[in-house]
């Protein structure tokens, strides 16, 4: 069955660095483009990127982009978010989810993992 | 970019009841409008692809529809695991593919 299992999560001070994961089992990870989507407490869904199934195109939300990197490494299955220049309005739950069509990015989600928390606060 | 506008921002309802949420674009997304349910502490799920196309192992209670601006999602029968909290998402053309900002479906 698939899965996603993100990870990374945690507090960090305004100004600095975290790097989420994403680990994808159950299907064939390299076949499928992924993204990003965050949910600060209490608040609705906010997508923030996606990657193609082969890592070539990047897209992000204006709300971070310039600060946030989203990769992946086929040869681990594995999606990450590298966030930079972390902001107090960056709090919230991330959540990676699997495009609904294969090599194609279809713009809506088939999968999602549990989410990992973001704190950013001094 | 292309905004979504949902409404009501909350709705209560009965178990046996029929309830419609309403999406709006500010542009013209076709079809490209999907919808999903998120009970609370839970990932989202999603319900309904391309306006309509409802997702398999969805129950058919679920319904979709609308194109261009306007779209609907129609619950018949509420059960009581249908309540949650429910978002539009448009998916035309290039990113960013933005949600709505939620419809709380509360049991009256």
């Known amino acids: 069955q698939v899965q996603l299992v993100e990870s990374g999560g945690g507090v960090v001070q305004p100004g600095r660095s975290l790097r989420l994961s994403c680990a994808a089992s159950?299907?064939?990870?390299?076949?499928?483009?992924m993204h990003w989507v965050r949910q600060a407490p209490g608040k609705g869904l906010e997508w923030l990127a996606v990657?193609?199934?082969?890592?070539?195109?990047?897209y992000y939300a204006d709300s971070v982009k310039g600060r946030f990197t989203i990769s992946r490494d086929n040869s681990k299955n594995t999606l990450y978010l590298q966030m930079n220049s972390l902001r107090p309005e960056d709090t919230a739950e991330y959540y990676c989810?699997?495009?609904?069509?294969?090599?194609?990015?279809?713009?809506?989600?088939?999968?999602w993992g549990q989410g990992t928390p973001v704190t950013v606060s001094s | 970019d292309i905004q979504m506008t949902q409404s009501p921002s909350s709705l209560s309802a009965s178990v046996g009841d029929t309830v419609t949420i309403t999406c709006r674009a500010s542009?013209?997304?076709?079809?490209?409008l999907n919808w999903y349910q998120q009970r609370p502490g839970k990932a989202p799920m999603l319900l309904i692809s391309?306006?309509?196309n409802l997702q398999s192992g969805v129950p058919s209670r679920f319904s979709g529809s609308g194109s261009g601006t306007d779209f609907t999602l129609t619950i018949s029968s509420l059960q009581p695991e249908d309540f949650a909290t429910y978002y539009c998402q448009q998916s035309y053309s290039s990113p960013p593919y933005t949600f709505g900002q939620g419809t709380k479906l509360e049991i009256k």
């Open positions: 391309a306006a309509s």
């Open positions: 159950g299907f064939t990870f390299s076949l499928y483009a």
């Open positions: 542009q013209s997304i076709s079809n490209y």
């Open positions: 990657i193609s199934y082969d890592g070539s195109n990047k």
């Open positions: 989810a699997r495009d609904a069509l294969l090599y194609h990015s279809s713009g809506h989600c088939d999968f």
